[in-house]
């Protein structure tokens, strides 16, 4: 009987080794797994592609909102004043120059005033153009 037990513990050393290794291969088991290719690009594992912080994504809108302000908002808002001028007085002259100055503050970033300069500069030549005849 005692051969039978020591056969028995033998038995059970042997499996608790086993189970020790499998625990080993569980640790590796995600470079396994892995896409290909992912472990071969180091910059995929470095911190700073990691997903920003809400300070770091507050210190970039606070650093747009800055480099807007250095484009200046007064180039948008010049090319919509001389649109709308361009309704009342002078249309061909204030409209272009509203155009011009709505291209220029489209290609500064100011997109949504630059194109509104620009559509109200055009609608007020076009206005022109049809009432000319008239006066």
Request: glycine residues 8%; charged residues 30%; hydrophobic residues 45%.
């Amino acid at each position: 009987m005692t051969e039978d037990r020591r056969e028995d513990l033998e038995l059970l050393e042997e499996e608790r080794v086993d189970l020790q290794s499998e625990e080993d291969y569980l640790e590796e088991s995600a470079a396994e797994v892995a896409p290909s290719g992912v472990l071969d690009r180091p910059y995929l594992q470095s911190p700073e592609n990691e997903r920003p912080r809400a300070e770091e994504r507050e210190e970039h809108f606070e650093a747009k909102r800055q480099e807007q302000e250095k484009t200046g908002v007064g180039v948008g808002i010049a090319a919509l004043a001389l649109s709308v001028i361009s309704l009342f007085i002078l249309p061909v002259i204030f409209g272009a120059a509203g155009i011009v100055v709505g291209f220029i503050a489209r290609r500064r970033g100011l997109t949504t005033l630059g194109s509104w300069a620009i559509g109200v500069g055009v609608a007020s030549m076009i206005i022109s153009l049809f009432f000319a005849p008239f006066f």
